[in-house]
C-alpha cells in the first residue's frame, strides 16, 4: 500500500509523493515532479505503492503496466493510454480523465469515486470490484467488459454504453442516465434500486 | 505495510490480510487477519508464503458470512479473536468496546462501535485503513431490520467515523474500496437516512 507520510509543508496532510517530502501541491515543480514519476514507472513492468496523487499527465502512456497498491487521487489525465494496464488495490478518486484508452485493461477492487470521464474507453476490460460511486462520466463505453461487484451508485451517465457486459451484482442505484445503452447485457441481474 | 484482498466465494464477502514488511521473532513478519469468511488454499498460501505470523483475528461483525473460515482458521492457527461480541462461530472472543486502542504486535487498532447493521458491528481503523465490514461500503450503509437500528447506525457512523479526515481508506465488507471522502459525498444510504431523519423531526413538530 502507498505509504502515508505526511507533506512536509507546515499545516499540509495530504500524504507525500513517492521520492519527494512534499505533495504535488507544495512540491516546488509539478511538471518535473510528473517527469520524474513517468520515468519511474517507465523503468518498471510492475509498479507497487506508488504515490502519484495530484499531477497532471498528458499523453502519457500506462499501456500493459501493472500498479498495485497506487494512488492518483486528484490527478488529471488527458489523451493517456493505459491499454492492457493492470490495477489492483489502486486508488485514482477524484481524477479527471479525458481521451483515455483503458481497453483490454484489468483493474480490480480498486476506486474511481468522484472522478470525471470524458471520451474515454473501458472496452473489452476486467472491472471487478471497482468504484464509480459519484463519477461523472459521459461519451464513454464499457462495451465487452465484465463490471461484476462494480458500483455506480449516485453516477451521472451520459452518453455511455455498456453493451454485451457483465452486471451481475453491479449497482447503478441512484445513477442518473441520459443516453445509456445497456444492450445484450444481463440487465436482470444488475441492481438499479435498493431500499435505502 | 502489506496489504491482501480476498474474496469469499462463500457469502461474496471480503477478507483482509494485513501484514508488517519487518520480519520480528523468529524471522516471521506480524500478521492480522480481518473477517475471514472463508478459509481456503489461496488464504492459507498467502499468509505461509509471506512467512506471516497471525497476531490476530478481527471480527467487525457475527455474521456468518464474514466468521465462516473461522473454526478452520482457528484450528491452524491459535490465535485470540476480537470482536464486538464475547462469542463468535461457537469461538471465545475477546471483547472489544468502542474507543479503546488494542496494541497487537506492531500495529495500533482503533475501536468504534457503530451498531445498527448488527448490534456488535465493529469498525476497525489500523493507521489509514478503516475495515468497515457491513456498516459502511461504497455508496451505501448496512441493512437495518428496522428505522431505528438504521437511525443509530447513520448517527454513529456520522458522529464516530465520517468526522474523520478524508483520506483514510474504507475497506468494506462486501463490495470495492473508497475513501471517507468519496463516502461523505456519495454515499445514498446516508443521505437518505439524513432526509428521513428530517422527515421524522418534522412530523414530531407538527403532532406537537
Redesign the interface.
Known sequence: ?FA?TPCAAEGC???VLTGSDSCALHCGDPAFETDRILALIAGEAIVKDLNAAGLFFNESDFSSKRFY?CSF?GSTFSLCLFTGSLFR?S?L??SSFADCDFSRSDIM???F??SRFKDSTFESSELV???Y??CDISECTFNDSNLY???F??AQLRSADFIDCNIK?T?F??ARQERVSFKSSNTAEAIFD??? | ???F?H?CLYG?SNCYVLGSEVPGEAGLKDALIVDPGCMDEKLLGFIESNDYRLRGILITHDHLNHVHGLRTLKRIYDVPVYAGDPSVCESRANLVRDGESLSLGPFSVGVFSVPGHSSDSVVFRI???LFTGDALS???IG?TASAYGKTILAHSLKDKILSM?G?L?VLPGH?????L??ER?????LT??ERADIQRAALVREIW
Open positions: 500500500m502515508f496532510g495530504l500524504p497498491g487521487t488495490m486508488f478518486d477524484f477492487y480498486s476506486s469515486a468522484g470490484h471497482v468504484n460511486c459519484g461487484n462494480s458500483r451508485i449516485g451484482k449497482f442505484v441512484k435498493v431500499e435505502l | 505495510m502489506k496489504l484482498f474474496y461474496f493507521e489509514r485503513l461504497a455508496g451505501l441493512s479526515q483520506d481508506i463490495g470495492p474500496p473508497s475513501s471522502e468519496a459525498r456519495f454515499n445514498v444510504g437518505a437516512a
